[in-house]
């Protein structure tokens, strides 16, 4: 019986038992980060049942230690500071090996800042046992959980710990943080080097659209194409299903008037809805303004060195690094019209980090389009006329 006991644990689970066991707790801890942690308590894009929350804040207690409020505040300042010298877990800045093998390692020093915490830290959840249990007591809870694997499962239940304890370590603050800066596909031109890791976002919850949601941080949404899958998402549209959340912002999809034959001329609800679309419009922008303008003008160099040009056109100029800065500024000397649409797109971008006046900011875009349309570039025009379509979008 004591052999029994120590072997196979209270429950005597045939061996399928365990490996199912082990995977729906590891997805339940991904769920517990990547909906209450992330999407709730840090950017506000959902609202929880408070019972959802307390059932998330005991199992990542027990799971991973972490507090609200640390995780909160290492990953706002991320955003904050992203892929600068103060950026927690850049690897543009630390490097790739450093960030994959020692993110939990970089997080633990940031959590440990008290700067941090209340700078960063403010309006998440502050209860009793916030502060009496799972911020004094985080050994107790992985502690808990040991004792009751153990107990319940055996040996094996030791190693099912082990596997616990790892899985934020190496998907969140490895995979995502990591490999979800470095490597991967991008949907949207934002400032910082996130990517997409895969179109489908199953393992890690939907944190591997990693690029659409710094596109777009305060979206409860991390899908975004017609083909990405977040199960994120599915599990937050469950649970509004039957009352236990509320989705308060997900990404805005652009929305195009009619095309009319009589000229149309913006005026401020244009330039608002491209404002608020401005990284749709920076995408629809690559799409068919800059790539067909590089396969034109390099039509004769061959597939590698457009998809060169592609990189060095598109991505945004604080991400190129001296070389790369280098070759841009040689292929726009060497192309005219590269350099001209280029250069429109940096104009139209200034448009919107302006802090001038509405009437000033409908001015200036005016004139882009204006000046857009006579460029005699037949996609730049295309584009000037489909800018003034533009209206404020819907909620998806």
């Known amino acids: 019986m004591p052999l029994n006991l120590l072997t196979d644990g209270l429950l005597g689970l045939p061996g399928w038992a365990y490996v199912l066991y082990a995977v729906l707790a590891t997805h339940f801890t991904v769920m517990a980060v990547t909906l209450f942690l992330h999407r709730d308590q840090t950017h506000r894009g959902v609202d929880l049942h408070p019972a959802v929350r307390h059932v998330f804040r005991f199992w990542l207690w027990m799971t991973t230690g972490m507090t609200t409020k640390a995780w909160v505040a290492v990953h706002r300042k991320h955003h904050a500071r992203c892929e600068t010298e103060e950026d927690p877990h850049s690897p543009q800045v630390m490097g790739l090996r450093k960030v994959f093998f020692q993110g939990a390692e970089l997080y633990q020093q940031e959590a440990a800042k008290p700067e941090t915490l209340e700078k960063y830290g403010r309006g998440t959840v502050d209860d009793w046992l916030e502060r009496n249990v799972y911020t004094r007591l985080p050994i107790l809870g992985v502690s808990l959980l040991l004792v009751l694997n153990v107990s319940l499962l055996g040996v094996l239940g030791l190693t ?10 190496l998907l969140a603050a490895g995979v995502v943080n990591g490999i979800g800066h470095y490597w991967g596909y991008r949907n949207f031109e934002c400032r910082d080097a996130a990517t997409n890791v895969t179109p489908i976002g199953l393992i890690l919850g939907g944190e591997e659209l990693h690029n659409n949601h710094h596109a777009f941080p305060s979206s409860a949404k991390f899908s975004l194409r017609p083909w990405e899958f977040d199960i994120g998402w599915v599990w937050l549209k469950t649970l509004s299903a039957v009352g236990l959340a509320r989705v308060r912002r997900v990404a805005p999809k652009p929305l195009l008037k009619e095309a009319e034959n009589e000229p149309h001329y913006p005026d401020l609800e244009t330039v608002r809805a491209v404002v608020t679309n401005r990284l749709h419009v920076l995408r ?10 590089i396969r034109e003008s390099l039509r004769d160099r061959g597939h590698r060195m457009i998809r060169r040009a592609r990189r060095l056109l598109i991505r945004e100029p604080e991400l190129l690094d001296s070389k790369d800065r280098e070759r841009l500024d040689n292929l726009l000397e060497e192309h005219g019209t590269l350099e001209t ?9 200034s448009i919107w980090e302006t802090t001038a006046q509405n009437e000033q900011v409908l001015q200036r875009f005016k004139n882009w389009c204006w000046e857009a349309e006579q460029s005699g570039i037949r996609h730049l025009q295309e584009f000037a006329r489909s800018l003034q379509r533009y209206r404020m979008p819907q909620a998806a």
């Open 160 to 169: 099912i710990w082990a596997i616990q304890m790892m899985t934020i370590p």
């Open 284 to 293: 629809a922008y690559s799409r068919s303004v800059t790539i067909p303008a």
């Open 341 to 349: 649409i280029y250069q429109y797109r940096e104009q139209l971008k």
